[in-house]
């Protein structure tokens, strides 16, 4: 019997790198477990598998962290960074740190007990059913805030073709929309297929973006950077600048989530998690602040494309239309992974009986259709709601809102490893660790701004329902 869970090969694709898409190309079309290997697999609180499915190693798994930050995530943010100005690198410094402290945490979590299933399986390991479903909801959610963002994205990129998709709003949030409605359709012709394309989309966008990165350095302007006039106070623009990159983060704990499928996952999975977070901190750095250095703040807050943008003023028009389509690219493959991840996500937390066994169906083909058309219907509905205001508008509220669906399973994954480390040697360490970690992650989501914690709410809230009835019908099927 073939299955695909979220404890197999799916970690936050979305931003997705060379590494994840070689496991695809790789590991999907030839994955079986027996069907005894499915019952282990179905409960993300026990490890399944034997040794020979553990085929990830230090490599491979750093690049899953690597890749599945850095991507679509970096495209729009000088943009989104440029009405802070100077704060916001204080704001990469503040985030980075804190992205760093949740790696460290996480690493100790791996350590102490490697499960499958990713930020939800630890809390609910801890709190029980109903913190793990409502992280499991949290984090769908902001898989589908991700799918909503990255479409916004690669249509932002595509004006660089088509301006027209900048200056009507409309015709660009329908654009974001088929993109997304198009490869849900791919999606669902099965995940090979979608692997396969989501080995091409990588091969392209990696080279231009790396030489921009690295060439605009001699460019770098300081006093452009400094001239953006941030509209609140230095510590509130640092820590909604901080809110902002903590998008780039997002992805950080993926390691976490393929653990039945790393070598020696106690020593790998931590290593894997501090090193590809502090390499793709440094990348993410280099590529905004170089933007940042060459493009004036009160033209880059209005750039569609900063990336093509500042290449152009760098090498000419025809680098800007390079690295405009190399961005489209990866967005549209990052979109692919996120869309991927979309459904398999609420499928493996099926399995787990903290959604309803419709999201665990399959398709003759193995894909889960329940999962990614309600995930896309989500997607859409967060881009209609928002694509009045433009494009990088529109951006920027949905991956706030992605964060704070994000930030909010971190939390309690600190409070989890604050008690799973009661005890322990060196027990005043884990406390301080876990402390700091749920800290930073509530000043994180206080940067988000009221509209999004109001609305955040509102939408985690709106997930109570679907626990309720899933109880209830738990507890019909006891009495029978």
């Known amino acids: 019997m073939r299955v695909t869970a979220i404890g197999a090969y799916f970690g936050r694709w979305g931003k997705e790198g060379p ?6 190309a790789e590991h999907i079309s030839t994955v079986s477990v027996s069907d005894s290997a499915v019952g282990k697999l179905e409960n993300a609180g026990v490890q399944s598998g034997g040794e020979a499915r553990r ?10 962290v690597i890749g599945n930050m850095v991507g679509s995530g970096v495209f729009l943010l000088p943009a989104s960074l440029a009405a802070y100005g100077i704060y916001s690198l204080w704001g990469w410094i503040v985030s980075t740190a804190g992205a760093l402290l949740l790696a460290r945490m996480f690493s100790r979590l791996s350590r102490r007990a490697p499960l499958a299933g990713g930020p939800y399986a630890y809390p609910r390991e801890v709190f029980g059913d109903f913190a793990g479903f409502l992280l499991a909801w949290m984090y769908w959610i902001s898989i589908a805030a991700a799918v909503a963002a990255i479409a916004v ?3 932002s990129y595509l004006t660089a073709f088509l301006p027209s998709l900048g200056t009507h709003r409309l015709a660009g949030a329908v654009t974001a929309i088929a993109a997304s409605w198009l490869l849900t359709g791919v999606n669902i012709l099965g995940v090979r297929v979608a692997g396969r394309l989501q080995l091409i989309t990588v091969i392209l966008k990696i080279s231009p973006l790396l030489v921009f990165a690295l060439w605009g350095v001699f460019y770098f302007n ?6 953006g006039e941030p509209v609140q106070s230095a510590p509130a623009a640092i820590n909604a600048s901080a809110a902002l990159t903590m998008w780039a983060f997002l992805g950080l704990e993926c390691a976490t989530i393929p653990a039945d499928h790393v070598k020696d996952p106690e020593r790998t999975i931590p290593r894997a998690t501090l090193y590809g977070t502090g390499i793709a901190a440094i990348f993410y750095i280099l590529c905004t602040t170089a933007v940042m ?5 009160g033209s880059l807050v209005h750039a569609n494309a900063p990336f093509a943008d500042a290449a152009k003023l760098v090498w000419g028009g025809w680098a800007g239309g390079l690295i405009a389509g190399a961005a489209a690219i990866s967005c549209f493959g990052a979109l692919n992974g996120w869309i991927l991840m979309s459904g398999q996500f609420p499928q493996a937390a099926a399995r787990d009986n903290l959604f309803p066994k419709l999201f665990a169906r399959e398709l003759n083909r193995g894909t889960p259709a329940a999962g990614l058309f ?3 219907a989500i997607a859409t509905l967060l ?3 928002n694509y009045s205001g433009g494009l990088v508008a529109t951006f920027n509220v949905i991956i706030l809102i992605a964060t704070f669906f994000t930030l909010v399973p971190y939390m309690l994954c600190s409070l989890a490893e604050l008690l799973l480390g009661r005890g322990d040697q060196g027990s005043g360490r884990n406390i301080a660790l876990a402390s700091l970690a749920f800290a930073f992650s509530l000043w994180a989501t206080a940067g988000a701004g009221r509209d999004t914690l109001y609305w955040g709410t509102l939408l985690m809230l709106a997930g109570l329902p679907l626990y309720t009835w899933q109880k209830w019908r738990q507890s019909d099927k006891a009495r029978l």
């Open 374 to 376: 309600v995930s896309s």
């Open 153 to 155: 994205a690669f249509v």
């Open 383 to 385: 881009i209609v709601m």
């Open 19 to 24: 590494g994840v898409a070689l496991i695809i």
């Open 222 to 227: 300081p006093h452009l950077l400094v001239s």
């Open 293 to 297: 250095g060459i493009i004036p703040a």
């Open 55 to 64: 085929s990830l190693g230090l490599a491979a798994t750093t690049s899953i």
